[in-house]
């Protein structure tokens, strides 16, 4: 008789679809985590396990404030940032993911840093065949407001001499996320360029199984019992 552990391989589930003339689904990519580091300077795709990492339209560049590390794109308005200048850092996932976090830094409140106005960020959510908008909007030195279903918190205040970094915990609920794509907004004067750019600092997931994945194992599993059970 199959032990319980061949009959919940992956590779013995393979195999008998294989032979019934089935074809599974790939399973979405493990939890992932993405920080600054994983993004070196020069480069403009980055292939990780579970994730290809895009910067548009120059490449990645690193900035450190006040400690912390964080990555923007090479040139545009603020060498080293997102900025207007039709920036945009992506991230495309292998599966489907649920983002459990995303840390952003370098957005300050007005009158710090030579920003004007309160520093905001937009982000860009692709699931499926639906896309969404979510930003990032600062208050204050300590609060910041996300138009979204998470919960945002300060890490280093958006003061003169700090990171002005926030973590947004949930970001985007449980939805399950294709891509990920970091880029600026507003104002609309060009000239205001210093305003709404920032930098990526890191994010986590976890995955989500493909459709019909789960179902389909099931089946396997079922074909294996019966495999075992003739064994007797």
Do not use: C
């Not at 589930?13 to 300077?41: E, I, N, Q, Y």
């Not at 400690?67 to 060498?79: H, Q």
């Not at 915990?169 to 996320?177: E, S």
């Amino acid at each position: 008789m199959l032990s319980l552990n061949a009959l919940f391989s992956t590779k013995a589930v393979r195999a008998f679809a294989a032979g019934a003339g089935l074809s599974l689904l790939p399973m979405s990519a493990g939890a992932l985590s993405v920080t600054a580091a994983d993004l070196p300077s020069g480069e403009t795709v980055i292939v990780l396990p579970g994730v290809t990492v895009t910067a548009d339209p120059s490449s990645f560049l690193h900035k450190s404030i006040a400690g912390y590390d964080m990555v923007g794109v090479a040139g545009g308005y603020e060498n080293g940032e997102i900025d207007l200048d039709d920036e945009s850092i992506s991230f495309a996932f292998d599966g489907p993911q649920v983002v459990t976090s995303l840390d952003l830094g370098a957005l300050f409140a007005a009158v710090e840093e030579d920003d004007l106005y309160n520093e905001q960020a937009r982000v860009l959510v692709y699931s499926g065949k639906d896309i969404y908008e979510y930003i990032l909007s600062v208050v204050d030195g300590t609060t910041a407001v996300w138009s979204g279903p998470g919960t945002v918190s300060n890490v280093s205040p958006a003061t003169f001499g700090n990171a002005a970094v926030w973590s947004i915990a949930n970001p985007f609920g449980n939805l399950a996320v294709d891509t990920m794509v970091l880029t600026a907004i507003g104002p609309a004067d060009p000239m205001d360029y210093r305003n709404n750019d920032y930098g990526f600092v890191s994010l986590s997931t976890r995955p989500i199984p493909e459709p019909g994945t789960l179902s389909l194992m099931g089946l396997g599993l079922a074909g294996l019992a019966a495999a075992g059970r003739k064994r007797k």
